[in-house]
């Protein structure tokens, strides 16, 4: 059983920053793409950030150079480090990432429960 797990949200100011963390557990045999979503209430849930196993990055237009994803292969773990934080980045942020579980397993698709992010003066 793979479980993703989040951790790292809570409340903060405007202008200010967070990092947010996601470590995969359980039966992995590999980790292809990682990345974050984010859900804002009343909204879709949208993609916020990914990255390659190689490190290759993308970003949404709305947190390019405000935001930086990486990740570490050896702690099975992405980072989001969120800067410049604005009122309508205030969501609940998903981790996301494609594992293979065992040599002769496909590729799934894993969710965490997600860790909320408020910005609010």
């Known amino acids: 059983q793979v479980q993703l797990v989040e951790s790292g949200g809570g409340l903060v100011q405007p202008g200010g920053s967070l990092r947010v963390s996601c470590v995969a557990s359980g039966s992995i045999f590999r980790i292809n793409d990682m990345g974050w979503y984010r859900q804002a209430p009343g909204k879709e849930r949208e993609l916020v950030a990914a990255?390659?196993?190689?490190?290759?990055?993308n970003y949404a237009n709305s947190v390019k150079g405000r935001f930086t994803i990486s990740r570490d292969n050896t702690k099975n773990t992405v980072y989001l480090q969120m800067n410049n934080l604005k009122p309508e980045d205030t969501a609940v942020y998903y981790c996301?990432?494609?594992?293979?579980?065992?040599?002769?397993?496909?590729?799934?698709?894993?969710w965490g429960k997600g860790t909320l992010v408020t910005v609010s003066s």
């Open positions: 990255i390659t196993r190689g490190g290759s990055t």
């Open positions: 996301n990432s494609q594992i293979i579980p065992t040599p002769d397993s496909y590729r799934m698709i894993y």
